[in-house]
């Protein structure tokens, strides 16, 4: 299942009352400024929840992800990324 937020707020209430959630998916379009406040706030609710950044090459990131994928990689390597994070 896939939930989408459209704003901050809307993403950090998604952690605090969907515990069923195993990965977070961050787009290189949420501005640097909220991907920061965003991945640690989803860290300090949830510390084991890995979240994966999906980039543009031009994206450099200062937020503390779990990992990053290039959104022109092919499908198959997103879902190898994705297993891989969310394998237990």
């Known amino acids: 299942m896939v939930s989408a937020a459209l704003s901050d707020k ?3 209430n998604f952690i605090k009352t969907e515990k069923s959630i195993n990965l977070v998916l ?9 991907r920061i406040v965003l991945v640690a706030r989803i860290k ?5 929840l890995p979240v994966l950044m999906l980039y543009n090459g031009y994206d450099p990131t200062e937020a503390k992800v779990d990992g990053s994928l290039h959104n022109l990689d092919t499908p198959e390597a997103m879902l ?3 297993g891989f994070m969310t394998s237990t």
């Open 10 to 12: 809307e993403a950090i």
């Open 26 to 34: 961050l787009c290189h379009s949420v501005p640097e400024a909220s």
């Open 44 to 48: 300090e609710l949830e510390p084991t």
């Open 80 to 82: 190898n990324m994705i």
